[in-house]
């Protein structure tokens, strides 16, 4: 059994059928007793309780999306940029909330689109189809650009090529690609899933080195956050990833048990500046949806983020 069917079956015994227990042996040791007392009152309302998060944790918060603001400064453009940054759509199939999160981010009226990894759990041809239409909607100025998760790493080239045909969007598989806009150059370093953990200074600087640093807006956007920690102090001006989900459960002032990142918990999601680089970090779209896991957020609904980039 996997990690994460295991974490199916202690979820739903822990939300679901344990409260339900409580619930109806509550009540019933209460009748067959014909006395009502506080070991009754409490197990009843703990069952309930924990009802209550796992309707809110499961069919309420993972589709209360969110459009966080972040706003930058660079001496490498001349005019506002606005890039939408979105990652982990992470969904079986394609239905109405994945509908609505695009019409919102074409409601934002970005100049760039960035996706960072993870599109469908798993990734199927009739579902990255839908997904691909999906994409196809939105009009960003400059391009929609991609990056491979962990998710859908089994995609070919010629496969990711056919969605990009379909989506209008432009997959990088650890290259780099150069947007021309009016606010001034955008460089945009694509990484592979396993790159977005291994990316190493040398490599980095290696990219960084072919251009002109000075005169563009240097971009690095990867799956997974780690490759942040390789390149501190590098001249990147913005670095984009996902993977974490923000945890997906936020305890209250203490944060993510678990991003599955090597990165500081406290990076695992928003807007950190990390050595002169703005890393930020989304909580994504979707939700963890390995052996049939149903969506979990707590105190971390999923987002899209909107990134104003203005001159300095």
């Known amino acids: 059994m996997s990690t994460f069917e295991a974490l199916k079956y202690l979820y739903y015994s822990l939300m679901v059928v344990g409260p339900l227990l409580l619930v109806v042996v509550g009540v019933g040791s209460a009748v067959a007793r014909r006395r009502w007392t506080w070991n009754h009152t409490a197990a009843i309302c703990v069952g309930i309780l924990l ?74 041809a009739a579902e990255l189809d839908k997904v691909a239409g999906l994409f196809a909607t939105l009009e960003p100025t400059y391009g929609t650009f991609n990056v491979e998760g962990d ?10 090529r056919e969605f990009d045909r379909r989506a209008r969007t432009t997959t990088l598989h650890d290259e780099a690609i150069t947007v021309a806009t009016e606010a001034g150059t955008v460089r945009i370093l694509g990484l592979t899933g396993g790159m977005s953990r291994t990316l190493s200074r040398e490599q980095a600087r290696s990219w960084l080195d072919a251009g002109s640093p000075d005169a563009a807006l240097d971009i690095v956007i990867g799956h997974a956050p780690d490759y942040i920690l390789n390149i501190r102090g590098e001249p990147v001006d913005l670095a984009l990833a996902g993977h974490t989900h923000g945890g997906q459960v936020r305890v209250p002032l203490y944060g993510p048990p678990l991003t599955l990142s090597r990165v500081p918990r406290d990076w695992a999601f928003g807007h950190t500046l990390v050595d002169g680089t703005h890393l930020n970090v989304t909580s994504g779209v979707g939700a963890e949806r390995a052996h049939g896991l149903p969506p979990i957020r707590f105190n971390c609904p999923p987002e899209v983020t909107l990134i104003e980039v203005r001159p300095k």
């Open 151 to 160: 998710v859908d790493r089994d995609l070919t080239v010629a496969d990711w």
């Open 51 to 124: 009802l209550c998060t796992y309707v809110w944790s499961s069919h309420i918060e993972p589709y209360m999306l969110q459009v966080r603001r972040v706003e930058i400064t660079s001496d490498a453009i001349t005019r506002p940029l606005r890039i939408v940054h979105l990652s982990d759509i992470q969904t079986p199939t394609i239905g109405e909330y994945e509908r609505e999160v695009f019409a919102r981010v074409a409601e934002l009226e970005p100049d760039l689109v960035v996706h960072t990894g993870d599109v469908l759990q798993p990734p199927t």
